[in-house]
């Protein structure tokens, strides 16, 4: 049994969620349009300098995934990509660039009237239970209703299953009632 979850979550390319590879540091925020055309990070997406993930592996097995970006005040969820011109290493205890949406960083930042210029930040990929929900903390409109959306749908799915199964029971006291 046990060898069929890891497959399982193996395919799904999710057996490292439990494992998060976490990068700490001070960063300090880049807008969204610092980036030259042909690195474009979207609203909901952040973007980290390629070289702190420590292998090309990691970089590709980790992009386009949800990632959780917390710092003393609150965690956000974003999805991560990377860029070749931001400055930071894993092993330098200087600051490292991060792009972020305004949004995020006045969220991370408690919502206070000064905002801070570098932040303390965690990052660290999304647990399997938080990306289901990650959606609904989404800046774009359109994707926390997609979330919502989706997410009733499965609830009134499973309820529908629930009833069939309950209602297609002889002893069920619903199905005397005609």
Not at 61 to 73: A, L, Q, R, V
Not at 114 to 130: A, C, Q, Y
Request: with cysteine; net charge positive; proline share 6%.
């Amino acid at each position: 049994m046990d060898i069929f979850i890891v497959n399982f979550l193996y395919a799904l390319n999710i057996k490292n969620m439990g494992k998060p590879n976490d990068i700490f540091g001070t960063f300090v925020r880049k807008p969204l349009g610092a980036l030259d055309e042909k690195t474009p990070v979207p609203i909901g997406w952040f973007a980290l300098p390629f070289n702190l993930m420590k292998t090309k592996e990691d970089r590709r097995k980790n992009h386009g995934k949800w990632f959780t970006i917390e710092s003393k005040n609150k965690k956000i969820y974003r999805v991560l990509r990377f860029a070749p011109h931001l400055h930071g290493t894993v092993n330098n205890k200087e600051q490292k660039d991060i792009v972020l949406d305004w949004v995020g960083w006045i969220d991370l930042c408690g919502r206070d009237e000064e905002v801070d210029i570098s932040l303390d930040l965690k990052i660290s990929k999304t647990r399997i239970w938080e990306v289901l929900f990650a959606g609904l903390m989404h800046p774009e409109p359109s994707y926390r209703l997609s979330t919502l959306l989706a997410l009733l749908s499965v609830i009134l799915g499973l309820l529908s299953l629930f009833l069939a199964i309950f209602l297609s029971q002889p002893s069920s006291p619903l199905t005397c009632i005609h």
